[in-house]
Nanobody, 125 residues
Framework: QVQLVESGGGSVQTGGSLRLSCAASGHTSSYYCMAWFRQSPGKEREGVAL????????RYTDSVRGRAFISQDNAKDELYLQLNNTKPEDSAMYYC??????????????????WGQGTQVTVSS
């Protein structure tokens, strides 16, 4: 079973940048994709970005496309999310996620079974 540990969150002003990291351990090479999700108080967890492990193809939710960039270092089993030109609505707990067996690897919480503890991002105006 994979273990995921996020880091890199913090406070940033509107228009600033953050780089989130996720260290993965435990059979990570078998996962077809990895993703970042976020959740703010009172809202459902939403998919932010996804990357397919072998092809490197990326997927983004509309609200971050052009501002967020997901990347991976398969040798280190690490996943990253670069978030630029941040907005107050980007404030949330950000989670790294690995898919459930047989998942279609879409940016949907139902496709993911393994989650980190999250790292908080706060964007002030």
């Amino acid at each position: 079973q994979v273990q995921l540990v996020e880091s890199g969150g913090g406070s940033v002003q509107t228009g600033g940048s953050l780089r989130l990291s996720c260290a993965a351990s435990g059979h990570t090479s078998s996962y077809y994709c990895m993703a970042w999700f976020r959740q703010s108080p009172g809202k459902e967890r939403e998919g932010v970005a996804l990357i397919y492990r072998n092809s490197g193809v990326e997927r983004y939710t509309d609200s971050v496309r052009g501002r967020a960039f997901i990347s991976q270092d398969n040798a280190k089993d690490e996943l990253y999310l670069q978030l630029n030109n941040t907005k107050p609505e980007d404030s949330a707990m950000y989670y790294c996620a690995a898919p459930r067996p047989g998942s279609r690897c879409r940016l949907l919480t139902a496709d993911f079974a393994y989650w980190g503890q999250g790292t908080q991002v706060t964007v002030s105006s």
